[in-house]
């Protein structure tokens, strides 16, 4: 551990700017490079000075914004190498600053995030899927991330506080002012505190699985951990607890055995090992691997020919979204909603319109999601699923977060009720067939979507004046569409422009449709002379990386014309 060193801080404020300057802050939290080789890959334990005073800082910002004393604060982290380092100068700070801190260690972030009903706050440690020498800070309360409102208050707060003449000096006094007995408890009641976590959290994941009394399902199920904070969860239990089979590899915490993001090919040790069981014992058929704060999962199955398959991110929240609406539908519930990003395949409205439900679309980033959810149900919709679709993982209510299990169980739930499968396949207008997930695959509207970790789905851009790039975007789309575009697209009488920011969708052209600062998602829907989507190109500046990132969504299975349009859509972007 690298607590001997913690307090000794050795930089200037000078050094300290030029470093905050590296962070990337957005309403998904806090980030940077905390390994102090700057490294992304390193997973080295210590931090620079400039961190450690970076790092009071964010409590001290984080403090005032709440702006009471005592309240109550569960702090944890994921399984990265600088965690430790992290938490523990935010726990001595917060306790300075008069917190009434909680301490769970290694925490998944569904499982400290349902565990804050119990708290005032939830102050989380984690760079989510980015690489190993990254990390980060989020916070929230009642189980979700506070709003883009929120955070954006917490930033400007941090901004000043960083740019004070006396920003070295405060982080030292806030160091070295914690009583060594409250920093103490914190570490010697962790065990208790983690028990605690855990049992809440099981509950919770039961109550929003929504089993039947009488549910039960002979399958098997295998994970990836990849040395995660979901190593360190519930999962094994409370599989083997419901009755299903669960075996797991790389399940030792913090040994990361490659790279976090779960997609592509860092699914495929879970899909092999997955074949393996599978040939031992044909009941296991799912696998999933979680990134490294275990909040998303994206999973492989066996096919009808034994072999294992990968499930693209959009397709595992198309499937999730089916089963979750559907089983809503067949109860009777009206009024249904789905709330998504902008990103998310148009594959979900059709699904949608099969089961009488609605289709609402928020700004990239959980938070957005969540609370355009929210916002739904304030006006009387059912909303059961929501989430981003082009990340992969889903947000089951009462979730307020992405949860593999809640995946899982999603899934377990059609396998449990074969008449929910003949109800699905009927309302989307496929023939009965024997209950399966390539019968269910096959059954979704298909279509062809840009892979959200593909290397073309993310641009370097120079530039950050997203207000003038937009314009520019929209001036070259106008004078280039007719001719190198629409006639690739027959059916295509025009198209239309959708900007999202925040939980608002506006359609229209031009600055006067989105804020000055001009962050939120641009998407140009392809359009029939009916009016209905043929599909979209979209772009957005990422809120955890120094990209732009860019997709395409084209009805029906299409790589060629998917191709062609992602092409168009990076040049343009260049050309601005």
Aim: negative net charge.
């Amino acid at each position: 551990m690298q607590h001997k060193s913690i307090s000794q801080i050795h930089t200037t404020c000078d050094q300290v700017k030029e470093r905050f300057d590296h962070y990337i802050l957005s309403a998904s939290g806090l980030r940077a490079v905390f390994a102090s080789s700057g490294n992304e890959e390193d997973s080295i334990r210590t931090i620079c000075d400039e961190d450690k005073v970076i790092v009071v800082t964010i409590a001290r910002a984080f403090n005032e914004f709440i702006k009471q004393k005592n309240k109550r604060v569960i702090v944890g982290q994921d399984a990265r190498p600088t965690g430790y380092a992290l938490s523990l100068l935010t726990i001595k700070a917060l306790i300075s600053l008069g917190q009434d801190v909680r301490y769970l260690y290694i925490t998944a972030a569904p499982e400290i995030m349902a565990q804050s009903h119990n708290y005032d706050y939830f102050y989380y440690i984690s760079a989510s899927h980015n690489p190993i020498g990254h990390n980060g800070f989020k916070f929230g309360r009642n189980g979700g991330v506070f709003s883009k409102v929120e955070a954006e208050e917490i930033i400007a707060i941090l901004k000043r506080m960083i740019n004070s003449p006396d920003v070295i000096d405060e982080a030292k006094k806030l160091i070295n002012d914690c009583p060594q007995e409250r920093r103490n408890e914190c570490l010697v009641n962790l065990e208790k505190e983690k028990y605690s976590a855990l049992e809440y959290y099981r509950s919770f994941v039961l109550k929003t699985a929504e089993l039947s009394n009488d549910f039960k399902a002979d399958i098997g199920i295998v994970a990836d951990f990849n040395g995660s904070a979901r190593a360190a969860s519930i999962d094994r239990t409370l599989f083997n607890e419901m009755g299903i089979k669960f075996d797991a590899i790389n399940a030792t915490v913090g040994d990361v055995k490659h790279a976090i993001v779960p997609e592509g090919e860092n699914l495929i040790p879970v899909m092999k090992f997955l074949e393996e069981k599978h040939k031992e014992d044909p009941s296991f058929i799912l696998g999933y691997t979680p990134d490294n704060d275990g909040d998303r999962g994206n999973f492989v199955y066996i096919t009808k020919e034994g072999n294992g398959r990968i499930l693209e991110a959009q397709e595992v929240f198309a499937l999730v979204v089916t089963i979750e609406v559907a089983s809503l539908a067949k109860k009777g519930v009206d009024n249904i909603a789905i709330a998504v990003n902008g990103p998310t395949s148009e594959r979900i409205d059709q699904i949608a319109k099969a089961f009488n439900a609605k289709v609402f679309r928020a700004e990239v980033g959980e938070a957005n999601v969540v609370n355009l959810g929210q916002e739904l149900a304030d006006k009387g919709y059912t909303v059961k699923v929501l989430g981003e679709g082009s990340n992969g993982g889903n947000i089951t209510k009462p979730a307020c977060v992405r949860d593999p299990l809640n995946t899982a169980f999603t899934f377990l739930k059609l396998f449990s009720d074969n008449s929910l499968f003949d109800y699905i396949l009927e309302k989307l207008g496929k023939p009965t067939t024997e209950l399966s997930m390539d019968a269910l695959i096959e059954a979704l509207p298909e279509y062809t979507t840009t892979g959200a970790f593909s290397k073309l789905a993310k641009m370097e851009v120079k530039s950050k004046d997203w207000q003038s790039i937009k314009t520019k975007y929209e001036e070259l789309l106008k004078q280039t569409f007719d001719n190198e575009i629409k006639g690739k697209i027959p059916a295509c009488s025009f198209y239309r422009v959708l900007q999202t920011e925040g939980t608002t969708e506006r359609e229209g052209i031009g600055p006067e449709f989105r804020s000055a600062a001009a962050k939120g998602g641009l998407k140009v829907q392809f359009v029939d002379f009916k009016g209905s989507s043929l599909g979209y190109m979209w772009m957005r500046p990422s809120g955890t990386e120094p990209v732009l990132r860019v997709l395409v969504d084209i009805k029906g299975k299409n790589e060629k014309l998917h191709d062609e349009i992602l092409s168009y859509q990076r040049s343009l972007i260049e050309r601005c």
